[in-house]
């Protein structure tokens, strides 16, 4: 007679079934949110995708596009008589093999900017936000490649698993990194003649380099401060929910908190800020992993206090969500930096000056459906029954 499944493989399909309705939900709803201002602004970055599809080449200029044509200014730069990116090329090669597809298909830049454009995010940035949490261990290497921002993150991360001693794992610890490595060496080599030549050094973006300044770091620490509070309040109660890991998670704190102060270690010995933004960009990549203390609350042993501090922690991930999908939704690209812009968009957005979202008719019953199946998977999971039931124990 063939029984029930066993109790912990149960467990560990709805736990699957939850975290995968829950990852496309979020999935459909960035790309929902991607909006005309984002896409028209943040130019830069469909112009490498295409430059490498349709004129075959790691260098932006040539286009005929009047959006992507790039200028050796800010964000771009000359080397040997040809325009690069000061950014690392990982976005532009995952844009590259989502428009090549689309591309052959017929839709191009030229002939719907916002559309490609947004198809190519959706399928990218929303994508690989969402994958990387959940197979971050074998894909360090890509996030380097992608951007230099979180690499002490990432070598903290990489002594975390040293520390765990899973030598068996090892093998694929070190060979996910070095295919996430290689695309960033290989272009290094072609375009600057040298792996370990780096964009924002070959273009000499001083403001990237880190050094130690006493007024600089002191005026950066006011900032990131001022701003965390105004954007991202939760990150806060993160940090604190991290003291509150019980001893058996100590290995686990140390490594979160050695990530956190790993970038900012980095972002507040370094001239740049990141300019143009709604809220602190550079605080993005610590997000995911302060976000993780919030878990610390959960081992307070009185119930009312568990609640108590559940209800305040929830009211300001809702503030803080509104706060930034307010920001998604009217557009990232700031450049007159006010102390907060949330007053500023809600206004614009109440007298009518909206985005257009080229994906939102098409996402909005693939959004609904999936929201109303994670529910329904948290539901089961977190039925009483499920809870008196031994199997989700």
């Given amino acids: 007679m063939i029984g029930p499944p066993p109790p912990n493989q ?3 399909r709805s736990l699957s079934r939850l975290q995968w309705f829950l990852f496309l939900t979020i999935w459909f709803a960035y790309g929902a949110a991607i909006n005309s201002g984002n896409l028209v602004a943040f130019g830069l970055q469909q112009a490498g995708v295409e430059a490498y599809v349709e004129r075959h080449h790691l260098c932006l200029e040539g286009s005929h596009v009047q959006l992507l044509q790039v200028r050796p200014v800010v964000d771009a730069f000359l080397y040997n008589e040809h325009i690069y990116p000061g950014k690392q090329p990982g976005q532009f090669m995952l844009g590259a093999c989502v428009y090549f597809p689309l ?3 017929g839709l191009s830049y030229s002939s719907n900017y916002l559309l490609t454009a947004a198809l190519v995010t959706f399928f ?8 990387l949490a959940v197979w971050a261990a074998a894909f360090l290497g890509l996030t380097v490649t992608t951007s230099m921002l979180p690499f002490f993150m990432a070598v903290i991360l990489l002594l975390y698993f040293v520390a765990l001693r899973r030598w068996n794992s090892l093998p694929y610890f070190i060979v ?3 295919i996430g490595l290689s695309p960033l060496l290989a272009y290094n080599a072609l375009c600057f003649g040298n792996p370990l030549l780096l964009p924002n050094i070959a273009g000499r973006y001083s403001d990237t380099f880190p050094h130690l300044n006493w007024d600089n770091l002191l005026s950066k620490l006011n900032f990131y401060l001022r701003m965390s509070i105004l954007y991202m309040p939760v990150i806060w109660f993160g940090l604190v929910g991290l003291l509150l890991y ?3 998670l100590q290995r686990e704190r140390f490594a979160i908190l050695g990530m956190l102060l790993a970038l900012a270690a980095y972002i507040l010995n370094i001239d740049a800020n990141g300019t143009c933004q709604y809220g602190p960009r550079y605080l993005l990549p610590a997000l995911p992993f302060a976000s993780l203390g919030l878990i610390g609350f959960s081992f307070f042993e009185r119930k009312g206090l568990r609640w108590l501090a559940g209800s305040i922690v929830l009211v300001c991930a809702l503030i803080s969500f509104a706060i930034n999908l307010v920001g998604a939704m009217q557009g990232a ?9 949330f007053a500023l968009y809600v206004s614009q957005m109440l ?3 909206m985005r257009s979202y080229p994906l939102a008719a098409l996402l909005l019953l693939p959004l609904c459906l999936s929201l109303v199946l994670f529910l329904q998977a948290l539901l089961r999971h977190k039925s009483p029954q499920n809870e008196a039931d031994p199997t989700f124990g």
């Avoid at 990218?124 to 994958?131: E, G, K, R």
């Avoid at 690209?333 to 812009?341: I, R």
Wanted: proline share 6%; charged share 20%.
């Fill in 103 to 105: 591309h052959a298909l």
């Fill in 124 to 131: 990218t940035a929303s994508l690989v936000t969402n994958a």
């Fill in 176 to 178: 996910g990194g070095l």
């Fill in 10 to 12: 149960v467990e560990r």
């Fill in 333 to 341: 690209m700031l450049c007159d930096f006010p102390h907060s812009a």
């Fill in 246 to 248: 019980p001893r058996r």
């Fill in 351 to 353: 007298h009518g000056e």
